[in-house]
């Protein structure tokens, strides 16, 4: 009887170990699998963030062109005499 527990114990062991051998591989594929999307994430972030970056110079940008049209538009201060 104390033989067959042994067995029983050594058996249920082993079945554990090659449990834990499974869940330790599956564990080390979701942290690989966070890790490359959080590496994703990050670079989508700096990419938008360099998007907002040129879309905001590129309204400068326009706001400067048309405000350099209205000032070259503008009548001089100095009044024109007449002949």
């Known amino acids: 009887m104390l033989s067959q527990d042994t067995k029983r114990n050594?058996?249920?062991?082993?079945?554990?170990r090659e449990e834990l051998d499974r869940l330790t591989v599956v564990?080390?594929?979701?942290?690989?699998?966070?890790?490359?999307?959080?590496?994703?994430?990050?670079?989508?972030?700096?990419?938008?963030?360099?998007?907002?970056e040129k879309m905001a110079l590129k309204l400068e940008n326009a706001m400067l062109k048309f405000e350099r049209r209205l000032s070259a538009g503008k009548p001089s201060k100095k009044p024109k005499s007449k002949k």
């Open 10 to 16: 050594r058996a249920d062991i082993k079945d554990v």
């Open 27 to 52: 564990v080390q594929r979701l942290a690989f699998e966070v890790q490359r999307l959080s590496e994703k994430i990050d670079h989508a972030r700096e990419a938008e963030e360099n998007e907002r």
